[in-house]
C-alpha cells in the first residue's frame, strides 16, 4: 500500500526566502505526482505534474523534482512571497491503482 | 488549466433532508472523478472512485446508501447526500481526472446540516 509523507507539516519563512518542502513514498513504481495547492476554505489547484519518466518540472518560480528511485520529490519554491502562503499538497498515482494517494500536506506562512 | 466546476458552494440544510451536489468537467472529457470529504485543518479523505457508466467504487467506512454518486456522462458527477445529519457537516470537493492522469479539483462545497 502507497504511503506518502511530506516533512514538514508546517514552515514559516520570510518573504523573498528560497524554500523546499519534501515529498516522500513508499512504493516507486508510480505513474506520476502531482503537486497541489490547497488556500483556507477552498479546492486544490494543480501546481505541477511530473510523469514517471521525468526528472524534473518547472512553472514560473517553481520547480518540482522527481527521484522514483529513492522514493521522493521537492516543491521548490524561489523568492517566495506572503502569496505563496497556503498548504500544498503532493500526490501520487500508482501504475496500478486508479486512485492516487494524497500525502497530508504542509503548510507555508510567508511572512512579509 | 483545465476547469472543474462545482455546484452549489455552499449550502444549509434541515437534519433529514437530502442534498445534491454537482461536479462538472467544463473543457474535457473525465472518464474518472473522485469525491472527497475534508475536515477542518485535516486531509482530504476519498469518499468515492466514480467510473462513467459504471458503479461508483467505495472506500472502506463510506456508506454507499448514504452517499449516492452517480456518474452520468462523461463531464458530470453528482454526489447525493442522503438523509442529511449534523455529523454530515463538512467540505466536500470533486476531483476530475483527463486523459493524461492529471487530476483537477473543483471549487468544493461547504454543507451545514442544522
Known amino acids: 500500500k502507497q504511503e506518502v509523507t511530506q516533512i514538514p507539516a508546517a514552515l514559516s519563512v520570510p518573504e523573498g526566502e528560497n524554500l523546499v518542502l519534501n515529498c516522500s513514498f513508499t512504493d516507486s513504481a508510480i505513474y506520476n505526482l502531482q503537486w497541489f495547492r490547497q488556500d483556507p476554505g477552498k479546492g486544490l489547484t494543480s501546481l505541477l505534474l511530473i510523469q514517471s519518466s521525468q526528472r524534473e518540472q518547472t512553472s514560473g518560480r517553481l520547480n518540482a523534482s522527481l527521484d522514483k528511485s529513492s522514493g521522493r520529490s521537492t516543491l521548490y519554491i524561489a523568492a517566495s512571497q506572503p502569496g505563496d502562503s497556503a498548504t500544498y499538497l503532493c500526490a501520487v498515482l500508482n501504475t496500478n491503482a486508479g486512485k492516487s494517494t494524497f500525502g497530508d500536506g504542509t503548510t507555508l506562512t510567508v511572512k512579509p | 488549466g483545465a476547469v472543474v466546476s462545482q455546484h452549489p458552494s455552499r449550502v444549509i440544510c434541515k437534519s433529514g433532508t437530502s442534498v445534491k451536489i454537482e461536479c462538472r468537467s467544463l473543457d474535457f472529457q473525465a472518464t474518472t472523478m473522485f469525491w472527497y470529504r475534508q475536515f477542518p485543518k485535516k486531509s482530504l479523505m476519498l469518499m468515492a472512485t466514480s467510473n462513467e457508466g459504471s458503479k461508483a467504487t467505495y472506500e472502506q467506512g463510506v456508506e454507499k446508501d448514504k452517499f449516492l454518486i452517480n456518474h452520468a456522462s462523461l463531464t458530470l458527477s453528482t454526489l447525493t447526500v442522503t438523509s442529511a445529519h449534523p455529523e454530515d457537516s463538512s467540505f466536500y470537493i470533486c476531483?476530475?481526472?483527463?486523459?493524461?492522469?492529471?487530476?483537477?479539483f473543483g471549487p468544493g462545497t461547504r454543507l451545514t446540516v442544522t
Open positions: 476531483s476530475a481526472r483527463d486523459p493524461l492522469h492529471e487530476q483537477y
